[in-house]
């Protein structure tokens, strides 16, 4: 069973600060790994993607993959109100077409 | 340029009718996944498509379940005797080939079953 895990959270951070998403996955073959953010009542709205270890920056947002740990993360600096939201890792393999997304880690940046 | 659409927004039925929903993908985008969505958990794979063929099939899809992309263009789900339990945003997404297939979603369909 190929699994995607992340911190539930909430994860609060105050306005201005860095916040920090996690997530691991257990397939060693995924080869590509996403972020999307979530509002509520909202479908999923892709923030970033990465393929290779290392960082990838875009404006605000970092993320990180490491595939030996197998542990990918998103860097949110300079957190604001509205980056308040559920973030979803998701993870495609190989071989297959579709994600495999975690449950999510909702954030929620206080004023 | 327009993004991937879903007809209906929101949809109520009772139990044991039959709904359809409809997914329009990113014009020139050749594969169109659907996807399910439960309050707390993320998205779960169904089914997707490259072009017209179904190549994949998640065992969540029951035999109530049945999808169609019969001219590679836009993609219905039909749902058969629906249950309660059916209740849930089914999310539709499309990619491009290459690009590491990043898949965009459309803007989901609610459904509730009473």
């Known amino acids: 069973q190929k699994e995607v895990e992340q911190n539930s959270g909430p994860l609060s951070v105050p306005e201005g600060a860095i916040a920090s998403l996690n997530c691991t996955y257990s397939?060693?073959?995924?080869?590509?790994f996403f972020w999307y953010r979530q509002y509520s009542g909202k479908s999923p709205e892709l923030i970033m993607s990465?393929?290779?270890?290392g960082d990838k920056e875009d404006g605000r947002f970092t993320a990180q993959l490491n595939k030996a740990s197998q542990y990918v993360s998103l860097l949110i600096r300079d957190s604001q109100p509205s980056d308040s939201a559920t973030y979803l890792c998701?993870?495609?393999?190989?071989?297959?077409?579709?994600?495999?997304f975690g449950k999510g880690t909702k954030l929620s940046v206080k004023p | 340029d327009t993004g991937v659409s879903q007809n209906p927004r929101h949809k109520i039925t009772k139990r044991g009718q039959n709904v359809t929903f409809r997914c329009d993908p990113i014009?020139?985008?050749?594969?169109l996944y659907w996807y399910r969505q439960t309050l707390g958990q993320g998205p779960e794979f169904l089914t997707y498509?490259?072009?017209?063929?179904?190549?994949?099939k998640s065992r969540l899809l029951s035999d109530r379940f049945s999808a169609e992309r019969p001219k590679g263009s836009f993609s219905t789900l039909e749902i058969q005797r629906t249950e309660q339990g059916d209740s849930a945003m089914y999310l539709c997404?499309?990619?491009?080939?290459?690009?590491?297939?990043?898949?965009?979603f459309g803007p989901g369909t609610r459904l509730l079953v009473l």
């Open positions: 997404a499309s990619s491009a080939p290459g690009s590491g297939e990043t898949q965009y």
């Open positions: 397939d060693r073959g995924s080869q590509s």
């Open positions: 990465i393929y290779s270890n």
């Open positions: 998701a993870v495609k393999g190989r071989s297959q077409g579709n994600l495999i």
């Open positions: 014009s020139e985008h050749n594969r």
């Open positions: 498509f490259q072009n017209e063929a179904q190549l994949e």
